[in-house]
């Protein structure tokens, strides 16, 4: 970006405060870290500015921007709504409108997809919700194809995530999508976000940093040991000896600690890892899928599908260059 991109984030009366945390921690923080690189500008905008409004913990908020510095800004975020299905006041509905047709890119997260969806802003488009959400969001907008399992849905010019934990996924695509897949993977790391959270779910963010753990146990010696040496043949026996344990006690003790198989487990790290070789390398896919271990490109394109949702060349075409404005590319649940 050659300009100071300015993101304005929506408070409100009873708002939670982990979304709009989310949003000041990779937005609001300086990032001397990142040396000379132009960092975002943010704005916390209110109807009413100046006033107290009231978050859920009892503790009060003042926002020190209107909706005109809101409607004004690069990247427009609503981190919630107050209740799910209320009416969206019609100063707010204007503001998100004109934020809009200045081209401005728009962000909710959680139920401030009812907000985007009251300005019409997501008629005819894929989006998404927290699941709790989801059936009510469908019901009072038809016109909107509501997918409560993703983690989020871009559009390009607006773009929604799920629950609450799906706006660090959405805020860290945000930051690929503008600065490159090296600065957000160092606001990851800054964020101490795991490269995929329990449950297999895909996020965009870089595979392995560093070490697993410091503890000392087999298990914990053996994923280390499996880091490093993605790019070599990998068996539970294999793995096993790395841990210093038979092999019917390590699975045990690996599907316990971790709730997945130890080959589950290195197939999605093989799929991580081979991120920012897509992202920065000009490699074939096929020589990514060998960089990282995979015996055949079949295999890695088929593993790489079902963790990622896409394919190999999509994800590079996407994160190689400020993405295009695709219609309702997604990020989701990882099959089990």
Known sequence: M?????????????????????????????????GDLPWYELRVCAEEPGGDLRA????????????DVLAAADTVIVPGVARAGAEVSPALVEALLR??????????????????AAAGLLEGRRATTHWRY???????????KVDPDVLYVD????????????????????????????????????????????????QFIEAAVGEI?????????????????????????????????SERSYSRHFTRRNGVSPMRW??????AASLPLLESSEGTVEEVAAAVGFDSTATYRHHFTRQMRTTPTAYRKTFTRIPAHHEGHSVG????
């Open 99 to 116: 934020a809009h047709a200045h081209g401005a890119r728009l962000v909710s997260i959680c139920s401030g997809a009812f907000a985007l």
């Open 155 to 202: 559009n390009g010019d607006v773009l929604t995530s799920a629950g609450s934990a799906a706006g660090i996924d959405l805020c860290l695509y945000l930051v690929r999508a503008d600065h490159g897949a090296a600065v957000a993977n160092a606001v990851a790391r800054r964020f101490v976000v795991p490269p995929h959270r329990e449950g297999g779910q895909a």
């Open 266 to 271: 290195v197939i999605s790290q093989r799929v």
């Open 213 to 245: 753990s410091s503890e000392d146990d087999g298990v914990t010696q053996s994923m280390n040991w499996a880091l490093r040496h993605l790019h070599t043949p990998l068996s539970v026996p294999a793995l096993a000896r790395a841990a210093r344990m």
């Open 56 to 67: 859920v913990g009892g503790f009060t908020l003042r926002a020190e921007y209107g909706l």
């Open 134 to 144: 989801a059936p009510e969001l469908a019901e009072r907008h038809p016109g909107i």
């Open 2 to 34: 050659t300009k100071t991109h300015v993101v304005a984030v929506l408070v409100f009366d009873g708002m939670a405060p982990f979304e709009l945390g989310v949003v000041v921690e990779v937005f609001g923080l300086s990032r001397p870290e990142l």
């Open 333 to 336: 649940l990882a099959e089990s």
